[in-house]
């Protein structure tokens, strides 16, 4: 079993649907990210939980709404998005305040908006 | 100015050649340093720690030079499976902890 599941692959959505991307880590990690990466730019932090509390939300519209029922899963809610959202969304997941706190991704969501 | 710098490439070499690729960050606090490989559309993958005594796995060798902020990543041998961008990821200080990504560095490997 993959450390970091993340459905689904791809994504095709109108721009007045709602959809929502999941994440599940089985590291026993106590933090978990969703990471937008668009062509020609770093990966751009969006949100962190940490013991499912949310502790980062980098300024991201509201069109997008997270969600964190546990430490282990990771929801990302995604209502009437526009084309500029069509990215690689990345969940990931990492031991906070470990020593040696190294990430862990998904294998990420390729979404298009239409 | 960005928290962390990378050269894009791309880099095109043969088989069986050495290769390097650089990275400066901004923040001397920075904690811990990273090299990740990411596949087209796929998922970055860690691919080592860099610590500040320099580390080796197999063909890939990283070093850390903290007074000038800037860390290596050195591929020997290269293999046509080298091909992949690279990204160079810096760990923050204590507030806030956040992973800061590189744009990464394209690299194909030539038959």
């Known amino acids: 079993e993959t450390g970091v599941t993340q459905t689904p692959r791809h994504l095709v959505m109108g721009m007045t649907n709602k959809k929502s991307l999941k994440c599940e880590q089985h590291l026993g990690h106590n933090a978990m990210y969703w990471y937008k990466q668009s062509a020609k730019k770093p990966l751009e932090l969006m949100f962190v939980?940490?013991?499912?509390?949310?502790?980062e939300n980098n300024s991201v519209p509201s069109r997008f709404s997270p969600e964190c029922p546990n430490s282990s899963h990771l929801f990302l809610h995604l209502h009437t998005l526009q084309p500029e959202d069509s990215a690689l969304y990345l969940c990931?997941?990492?031991?906070?305040?470990?020593?040696?706190?190294?990430?862990?991704f998904g294998s990420g969501t390729q979404l298009s908006v239409l | 100015r960005k928290e962390v710098e990378q050269d894009p490439g791309p880099f095109n070499v043969p088989e069986g050649a050495t290769v390097a690729f650089n990275c400066t960050y901004s923040?001397?606090?920075?904690?811990?340093f990273f090299w990740y490989r990411q596949d087209c559309r796929k998922e970055p993958k860690l691919l080592m720690s860099v610590y500040s005594s320099g580390n080796e796995d197999g063909r890939f060798t990283a070093q850390l030079n903290r007074a000038s902020q800037y860390i290596s990543l050195l591929i020997r041998d290269s293999k046509l499976s080298d091909s992949a961008t690279y990204l160079c990821v810096v760990k923050g200080t204590n507030t806030g902890n956040q992973f800061y990504f590189g744009t990464g560095t394209s690299l194909t490997v030539i038959p």
């Open positions: 990931a997941s990492s031991d906070r305040g470990a020593a040696n706190e190294k990430l862990f």
């Open positions: 939980y940490n013991f499912k509390e949310q502790t």
């Open positions: 923040n001397s606090a920075s904690q811990s």
